[in-house]
């Protein structure tokens, strides 16, 4: 059973209740990505069981992510569970939702961005719509700047033949839609749509010329107390180093 993705419980973004579980077999986390998880264990008659990463399909320049053992559990023959740790049933009063009414909010402004690289793949981006792909410096001017109690629809482009993982500091973002990804080869991922995230996967462009681009639209929550610059970027570490990153500034509320 899903519980919570990037820390915050999945069905929870109405801000009229406190989550909701969801039943799967198996979720396709990028890097980054968090998830808490219930799992029924197996039978008394298995005497172990395994956890694992089924294999990815990355993309045509994409990283060879092949199937892999993450965990094997063993029953043990005692049956003296004097130590092991329970969570309690309650553990205090309901929190106020922090996310609430974000879904109905007016959008103060729309922005399209797009994740890119050289021919060469030696250089990575993630451009604002409108402005000239560059490699990430922390001496390059915030790409974007917003105000202190906005709230922004972001439309994420995925202009390469491999998959990009688009992670954001500091603030969460409501999932509102994934475009495009079938015809490219790809599905979305249904126990995604309207949760609340930090970071979400946007897969390949297959290169046909007559297939639109691989997209996510993303409404990004600037109604907290975090202002000032951070950063946002792919979380593929070799596509950061590279410069596959940028700066948003948020200013305070006048």
């Known amino acids: 059973m ?13 801000g009229t209740q406190l989550g909701t579980l969801i039943p799967v077999t198996h979720l396709r986390l990028p890097p980054a990505s968090r998830m808490e998880f219930i799992v029924t ?7 172990s069981a395994q956890l694992i990463t089924q294999a990815i399909v990355t993309g045509p320049n994409g990283d060879n992510d092949t199937a892999r053992t993450l965990a094997t559990l063993v029953a043990r023959e005692e049956d003296d569970d004097s130590n092991v740790s329970r969570v309690p049933n309650v553990t205090g009063p309901p929190w106020t939702p922090r996310f609430a009414g974000l ?11 797009y994740f890119s690289e050289n021919a060469a793949q030696t ?11 560059t490699v990430f410096s922390a001496n390059n001017p915030p790409a974007v700047v917003t105000t202190q109690g906005s709230v922004e629809d972001w439309i994420i482009e995925n202009r390469a033949q ?4 688009f992670h954001f500091h500091q603030i969460h973002f409501l999932v509102r839609s994934q475009d495009n990804f079938a015809i490219n080869g790809s599905q979305p991922v249904a126990a995604i749509q309207g949760q609340m995230m930090d970071m979400i996967e946007i897969p390949y462009w297959d290169g046909n010329p007559n297939h639109p681009y691989p997209s996510v639209t993303l409404r990004m929550d600037f109604r907290g107390p975090d202002v000032g610059d951070f950063v946002y970027h792919c979380h593929i570490l070799n596509h950061e180093d590279q410069g596959m990153m940028a700066i948003i500034r948020v200013l305070p509320q006048p």
Not at 2 to 14: E, N
Not at 41 to 47: C, I, L, T, Y
Not at 103 to 113: Q, S
Not at 123 to 133: D, E, L, R, Y
């Open 2 to 14: 899903l519980v919570a993705l990037d820390g915050v419980p999945v069905g929870s973004q109405d």
């Open 41 to 47: 264990g197996p039978s008394e008659n298995v005497k």
């Open 103 to 113: 879904a109905t909010a007016a959008v103060n402004t729309t922005r399209r961005l």
């Open 123 to 133: 250089q990575f981006f993630i451009t604002v719509a409108g402005q000239t792909p």
């Open 162 to 165: 491999e998959n990009h993982e």
